[in-house]
């Protein structure tokens, strides 16, 4: 079956501008991650959806960073008035219910210039 | 607020050498993940250690976590070229939450 998809691949954008990254996940997989890599660092937690459950924000490293899981599915992080330090490879995974091992999209790389 | 560290950062071994990754942590755990990441790639789901004193293998890769549940290890026996990545501990410590915390991460290079 599919794995989990993220889109765009790479994606360049200037100082100040707002982005948005996309996450499809495994069909049937209720819980959904957002991670940060910097290069050559380890993942970073951004947030965490479980079903219909309150998403865990408590990674979302300031307010300009958001997001949203609809219909339990498809899920968008935002990040609005990018700076260079956003500059990252943003992964998303998924899972079954707890503790199930996650599976990772291929990542979105973004640069602020 | 919960950290997990991991030793080494970094290790070069000559192909068919062992290799050991260590990760603690200064909290009680309710499991521990392994994942490893090629270079350029994303992470790939090992194995998940969830009992004290638990040890799996899967044929040259030993696994083994510890009595308090604070501490884990990857051990490679025999290193080859294809082992080649950053191998990344996860620690859940379960409650309300399923968040994973990443440890730092080990990369192995292995030298034919």
């Known amino acids: 079956g599919a794995g989990v998809s993220q889109s765009p691949s790479n994606k360049v954008t200037e100082k100040g501008k707002d982005v948005e990254l996309r996450c499809d996940p495994i069909?049937?997989?209720?819980?959904l991650y957002w991670y940060r890599q910097s290069l050559g660092q380890g993942l970073e937690f951004l947030i965490y959806?479980?079903?219909?459950?309150?998403?865990?924000k408590s990674g979302l490293p300031s307010d300009r960073f958001s997001a949203e899981r609809t219909g339990g599915s498809v899920s968008t992080l935002t990040i609005q008035r990018t700076q260079q330090e956003d500059s990252a490879v943003y992964l998303c995974?998924?899972?079954?219910?707890?503790?199930?091992?996650?599976?990772f999209g291929p990542g979105t790389r973004l640069t602020v210039t | 607020g919960q950290q997990v560290m991991q030793i080494p950062q970094y290790q070069h071994v000559q192909e068919g050498e062992d290799f050991t990754t260590y990760c603690n942590s200064s909290?009680?755990?309710?499991?521990i993940q392994w994942y490893k990441q090629r270079p350029g790639g994303h992470p790939v789901f090992l194995i998940q250690?969830?009992?004290?004193?638990e040890v799996k293998k899967q044929k040259r890769l030993t696994f083994q976590f510890g009595e308090a549940k604070k501490n884990s290890s990857l051990h490679i026996t025999a290193t080859q070229t294809t082992d080649v990545g950053t191998y990344f501990c996860?620690?859940?410590?379960?409650?309300?939450?399923?968040?994973?915390?990443f440890g730092t991460g080990t990369l192995l290079a292995v030298q034919p």
């Open positions: 959806f479980q079903g219909n459950s309150a998403p865990d």
């Open positions: 909290t009680t755990l309710s499991n």
């Open positions: 995974a998924s899972s079954l219910a707890r503790p199930y091992e996650q599976y």
């Open positions: 996860a620690a859940n410590y379960g409650g309300a939450t399923n968040k994973l915390i």
């Open positions: 250690l969830v009992k004290s004193g």
């Open positions: 069909s049937g997989h209720t819980a």
